[in-house]
């Protein structure tokens, strides 16, 4: 459906984007996360037609859209900065883009009614937007934005101005919406939890380049690098010399999973890779924060970095507490090198 090929966009000396290669297949659905300035926003705008690329290429289906203006691209955009008109009503929004194929009147109508049903909003045609409330004016957004039928619909922190239980409410609407119309996905967002809910792919950013891309699950389990890996909040990273299934660290000796890489590496710890046990007393417990059903145990070893581990409520020792620890193998990842 998308391809995106070795596209680089510079501003100045600097390259914002830099030689990106993505797929996006139809019906898929791709979010990209990353901090802020990884060039996200840049992505998506030249997939649009929005931002001219300095090298590379975007098709679309299998043509080339270098020259091919936003309106032709037949792409769906609900950007943050894609307000919706304040002049018009609910529906007025919604059949916005069909106006500006020329669709008549009726088909608007019908058009209008059935995206309004859609999202959730049915009847609302004649409502006034700045009457709305922020979910409402959100769904009226996706709803001009699917309106047309866009081969690819593409969002810019899709929800980015709406609290969180909103946010988590409507992500699963979003997915299940786009299941249903098999509508094909292009997102950015800087909120985790969003970009999992909501993707069949992600796509992580780093400077202008991909820094890993996959499953959520997969990259969840095995972020690629030092860098994915504490994006993505995990904090255990420790320097290891891997021999064979086991890594020696200023931890001790931690087992790794069979086929890891060896050598001088860093490594990866899940927090629910550790468990407590009695022996050997050499850890310090220095604080405990609630998770729901988990604590999530800040230990504090003799020498070496802090150690985070996920103890089932009942089993959380103290703050102050001395503790032993052991490692979960399948918790344990080996990290690649960061992309230069
Ligand atoms: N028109 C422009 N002129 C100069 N620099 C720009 C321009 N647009 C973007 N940039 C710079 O390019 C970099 C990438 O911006 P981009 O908006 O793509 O990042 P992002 O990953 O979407 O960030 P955020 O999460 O903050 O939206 C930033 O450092 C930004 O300042």
Known sequence: MLSIEDATVRFGQRAVLD???????????????????????TMLRA??????????????????????????RGVGLMFQDHQLFPQRDVGGNVAFGLRMRGAGKAEQAERVRELLDLVGLPGAERRSVAALSGGEQQRV??????????????????LGQLDRGLRERLVVELRQLFGRLGTTVLAVTHDQGEAFALADRLVVMRDGRIAQSGAPDEVWRRPASE???????????????????????????VPVPDGSPEGERR???????????????????????????????????????????????????????????????EDVVVLGDDIP
Do not use: Y
């Not at 890779?273 to 310090?284: A, H, I, K």
């Not at 020498?303 to 103890?311: K, W």
């Open 19 to 41: 030689a990106v290669d993505l797929e996006v297949a139809e019906h898929e659905i791709v979010c990209v996360l990353g901090p802020s300035g990884s060039g996200k926003s």
């Open 47 to 72: 997939v649009a037609g929005l931002q001219p690329l300095d090298g590379g290429r975007v098709l679309l289906g299998d043509a080339d859209q270098a020259g091919v203006p936003v309106h032709r």
């Open 141 to 158: 957004a996706l709803a001009r934005a699917l309106a047309p039928r866009p081969r690819l619909l593409m969002l810019d922190e899709p």
């Open 227 to 253: 860098f994915v890996a504490r994006f993505l909040g995990f904090d255990n990273v420790v320097t290891a010399r891997v021999t064979g299934t086991v890594a020696q660290t200023v931890w001790g000796k």
């Open 267 to 329: 490594l990866l710890v899940r927090p629910g890779g550790v468990r407590l046990v009695e022996s050997r007393p050499v850890w310090t417990v220095e604080s405990r924060t609630f998770r729901g059903s988990q604590v999530l145990v800040r230990l504090r070893p003799a020498e070496g970095p802090a150690l985070e581990a996920e103890i089932p409520l009942r089993e959380a020792p103290e703050e102050g507490a001395g503790v032993g620890v052991e490692f979960r193998a």
